[in-house]
């Protein structure tokens, strides 16, 4: 058991253990904002969906660092960030357009698999340690989903 907590404690290659919890639990935490906020409006993808599509697309991040560290021999490492973001983003695109179905006409829970994609960008702004941008985009949606939605009904357009 000790060793697992001496694994816990040291440093990978290019985070430090203690640095990707803290981006792991942001994750978390700023995912479970925006979750909450679906679940309470009963949506298909709440609280956990969101956690889970943002502490995934975090580790994705943390991962690539570390790997990006490792030597492969000579020219063989070839690290483009932008990789890593449009797969995150297409896995996260994926899951949002299951969400998303039409029932008599109308188009359903688009709102819901946008926050859903907006959470895994969230989560790549956490494993990048751009935890303050991640905090500012979530209050800003928080804003969107809740105030806005205040202000469609009362314009009558909700």
Known sequence: MEFLL?????TFSEVPAGVAFLRIVSAVVLAA????????RKKPAGLRTHILVSVAACLFVILGQEIAALDFGGDAK????????????????????GLIFTSNGEVRNVTTGTSLWLAGAVG???????????????G??????M??????KLMGTH
Not at 6 to 10: A, H, Q, V
Not at 78 to 97: C, H, K, Q, S
Not at 140 to 145: E, H, I, P, S, T
Not at 147 to 152: A, F, I, N, V
């Open 78 to 97: 070839r690290v483009d960030p932008l990789r890593m973001i449009e797969a995150v983003t297409a896995g996260v695109a994926f899951l949002a357009a």
């Open 124 to 138: 790549l702004g956490c494993g990048a340690g751009q935890i303050a941008l991640a905090a500012m985009a979530t």
């Open 6 to 10: 001496d694994d816990l404690t040291s």
């Open 33 to 40: 904002v925006i979750g909450l906020e679906r679940e309470r």
């Open 140 to 145: 800003v949606v928080m804003f969107v989903l």
């Open 147 to 152: 105030l806005l939605r205040q202000l469609e």
